[in-house]
């Protein structure tokens, strides 16, 4: 089984910064891509950050400019740096990454979440 491991959520001031950590416990061969969401109480779990396969981003108009994607093929890692931290920023977030197992004829693809990292935003 796959699983994800989560790290660097915390309580940080206004316009600090954080730098989110997630690995996988296996190897995962034939990513798709790997993403970071989050979810504010209250509020449905949204995208925060993408990255694919050959390496596009995508970022949440919301956190564009502030937060970059990014990963490590080897450790099958993927990261967010967050900067310019705002209270609406506070939320849990998660990591996900979707890949394929199987061959080129009989394959299938999957995803996997991390158990999510709280943070805080927070004079």
């Known amino acids: 089984q796959v699983q994800l491991v989560e790290s660097g959520g915390g309580l940080v001031q206004p316009g600090g910064s954080l730098r989110l950590s997630c690995a996988a416990s296996?190897?995962?061969?034939?990513?798709?891509?790997m993403g970071w969401y989050r979810q504010a109480p209250g509020k449905q779990r949204e995208l925060v950050a993408l990255?694919?396969?050959?390496?596009?981003?995508d970022y949440a108009d919301s956190v564009k400019g502030r937060f970059t994607i990014s990963r490590d093929n080897a450790k099958n890692a993927v990261y967010l740096q967050m900067n310019s931290l705002k209270p609406e920023d506070t939320a849990v977030y998660y990591c996900?990454?979707?890949?394929?197992?199987?061959?080129?004829?009989?394959?299938?693809?999957?995803?996997?979440w991390g158990q999510g990292t709280l943070v805080t935003v927070s004079s």
């Open positions: 296996g190897s995962i061969f034939s990513v798709n891509s």
């Open positions: 990255i694919t396969r050959r390496g596009g981003t």
């Open positions: 996900n990454v979707e890949y394929v197992v199987g061959t080129t004829y009989a394959s299938r693809n999957l995803e996997v």
